[in-house]
């Protein structure tokens, strides 16, 4: 599967942004999907993944109760609803899908290109 991530951008703290990633292909809804995000000079942390049928999500600490994530089988894309972000959720999100199970957040290995998310204090 191929995977294509946008709607970054750049937003006021407090604002809200959704992501999107896009795949390619017919085989999306047998992937567990996830976004990713790496700040300057950090490593890539995990933020939140789903389940193939979008039933079951886990997030980061950091992101809980601010991000939500979905996604629709039958658009083959899934999203990143942010809100109330801060300063330190500025990075590169990446989104990314697997075979595994979504819970594995070490069995990813299908990447898209990456969308800037910054924050302004």
């Not at 599967?1 to 999306?28: D, I, K, N, P």
């Not at 933020?47 to 979905?70: C, L």
Request: aromatic share 12%; charged share 20%; hydrophobic share 30%.
């Amino acid at each position: 599967v191929q995977l294509q991530a946008s709607g970054g951008g750049l937003v006021q703290a407090g604002g809200s942004l959704r992501l999107s990633c896009t795949a390619s292909g017919r085989t999306f809804r047998y992937h567990a999907m996830a976004w990713f995000r790496q700040a300057p000079g950090k490593e890539r942390e995990f933020v939140a993944t789903v389940s193939r049928d979008g039933g079951s999500r886990n997030y980061a600490d950091s992101v809980k109760g601010r991000f939500t994530i979905s996604r629709d089988n039958a658009k083959n894309t899934m999203y990143l609803q942010m809100n109330s972000l801060k300063p330190e959720d500025t990075a590169v999100y990446y989104c990314a899908g697997s075979t595994n199970s979504y819970k594995n957040i070490n069995g990813y290995d299908y990447w898209g290109q990456g969308t800037q998310v910054t924050v302004s204090s």
